[in-house]
């Protein structure tokens, strides 16, 4: 069986949600974004994200520092987000 | 098994916790409990209290998913994790965990692993303020990775 590869290339809305001091950097907990058709993988979204703004860029600034997921399973930042819906950045995590 | 996780700001009460665990399994033969605590001092720096956040949904989904592989590495008949959020003081409890099972050597063992998992994958955040009001995110410590590791990477 044959098929054809659909590329996407039509962008799609994200949730993203940021907590601990990435939140307090950025100043916000949550925001909705149209990811434009170039941002493949959470690397690239860290890299767009950080040309955003000063706030942004002071979050992001040490990204082997910032952890993701993606619709709430962590991933490390090579993973493609595709049609993930909501994706969160923080820090490493310090419970227990 | 019986498996039951708890994101609460209330404290917990151990004693009621192991006997809710105990009441209908006579099977069970061993208990082990951790209960976390917030120190009154980081290093020689006093501290005021402490705030825990978390990721609402993914923090659940994540300590279930611990309970689960704890239960498929060791023969569990229940495990409680209860997980405290918001302002704690100095004193206060912040994680319980209770693995029972009909021996202690993996009561013990699915109690440690558990912890050791949480550690590193549960999504909490503790921001420390000092008696001087200064507020700091506790840094994520090397030797808890090495406490996951010894398990095994696969979990």
């Given at each position: 069986m044959t098929a054809m590869v659909h590329q996407e290339t039509v962008s799609h809305a994200v949730t993203i949600r940021y907590f601990a001091w990435v939140r307090e950097h950025i100043g916000h907990s949550e925001e909705h974004v149209v990811l434009p058709?170039?941002?493949?993988?959470i690397a690239d979204l860290i890299t767009w994200l950080s040309n955003r703004g000063s706030n942004y860029a002071e979050a992001f600034?040490?990204?082997?520092?910032i952890r993701a997921a993606l619709d709430r399973v962590h991933v490390k930042h090579d993973a493609v987000i595709g049609e993930a819906r909501e994706i969160g950045f923080f820090p490493p995590v310090t419970g227990g | 098994m019986t498996m039951t996780i708890s994101v609460q700001e209330n404290d917990f009460d151990v004693a009621a916790e192991v006997a809710a665990l105990t009441?209908?399994?006579?099977?069970?033969g061993a208990v082990a409990t951790f209960i976390g605590k917030v120190r009154g001092r980081d290093g020689e720096r006093p501290l005021a209290s402490m705030t825990l956040e978390h990721y609402p949904g993914m923090t659940e989904t994540e300590l279930h998913r611990l309970a689960d592989e704890a239960k498929r590495r060791f023969s569990l008949s229940a495990v409680r994790i209860i997980h405290r959020v918001g302002a704690l003081i100095p004193g206060d409890n912040i994680v319980l965990v209770v693995a029972c099972a009909r021996h202690r050597q993996d009561a013990f063992d699915g109690c440690s692993f558990t912890m050791d998992y949480l550690k590193t994958r549960a999504p909490f955040w503790k921001k420390e303020v000092g008696v001087d009001g200064s507020g700091d995110w506790v840094d994520a410590r090397h030797s808890d990775d090495d406490a996951a590791t010894r398990w095994g990477n696969d979990a």
């Open positions: 058709a170039a941002v493949g993988t600034k040490h990204p082997p520092a | 009441r209908d399994n006579n099977d069970i």
